[in-house]
């Protein structure tokens, strides 16, 4: 199946995979944590028994193979037997669904990605246990659903810590009181999009938000030279959200 518009096998849900007892239900592990069960397998019956309670337990097979609720979310059931590629059609279209900027918050125990201190990528799972660190993520917005928005929002964090503190050792960032001398420049790097090039510009009295200033303009054009290439992708490349 290579078109994913046609209609993709669902996945059975606990209350569906009790009302199968005695008929073939078909299993797959879809993460990592579970390698050593990528492959498919049927299993004739499962003991209705074991659930009837969706919060513990686990669900038990005649071929004495059992998997705990508590990883229940690493797995798929069908009734009908699905291909790899299907799978990981499946597999992105309910990824898709989910993932329409890159900020929305994840389901529980499901994956997310944060950012270090450093700058640096962290992937997590989110319990949602109120008041933890994953709250506070979310709350400061340093909580991503896609791994290579992460990235990109990472590299661009990066590239302003340096150029701030490059601006700051070398000649100095404006103050306060040097924006309210409306008659002094201060010094930014802009991109032009007409002549495709980076090239400095001033300012007196309008502050941009976000924007880093340089007192000193000869600062500012070593300041492209020698971050050249990552803000070249900055501007060119550098995506702020899924599109």
């Known amino acids: 199946m290579n078109n994913v518009n046609k209609e993709l096998p669902r996945a059975l849900t606990i209350e569906e995979l009790k009302n199968r007892v005695g008929k073939p239900v078909f299993v797959i592990a879809t993460t990592a944590e579970f390698k050593n069960k990528t492959a498919w397998y049927v299993v004739s019956k499962i003991d209705e028994s074991k659930v009837d309670n969706e919060n513990s337990g686990y669900i038990e097979f005649t071929d004495c193979k059992y998997i705990n609720f508590e990883a229940i979310h690493f797995f798929r059931f069908f009734d009908t037997e699905v291909s ?88 100095g960032i404006p103050s306060p009181s040097d924006w309210e001398n409306t008659k002094s420049k201060k010094y930014y790097i802009l991109y032009d999009y007409e002549d495709n090039g980076l090239d400095v510009c001033d300012r007196q009295s309008l502050k941009d938000f976000g924007q880093i200033y340089f007192k000193n303009e000869e600062a500012c054009e070593k300041a492209i030279e020698i971050f050249k290439d990552e803000l070249l992708w900055y501007f060119t490349e550098f995506r702020e959200m899924l599109y």
């Open 84 to 171: 790899e590629t299907e799978l990981k059609e499946i597999l992105e279209v309910e990824e898709k669904a989910k993932k329409k900027t890159g900020y929305e918050r994840v389901g529980k125990r499901e994956t997310f990605y944060t950012i270090s201190s450093l700058k640096e990528i962290i992937k997590l799972i989110d319990y949602k246990f109120l008041g933890s660190d994953t709250e506070k993520r979310y709350e400061f917005a340093s909580y991503f659903n896609d791994e290579n928005l992460t990235e990109n929002i990472a590299r661009a964090e990066r590239l302003k810590y340096q150029l701030r503190r490059y601006a700051a050792l070398n000649g």
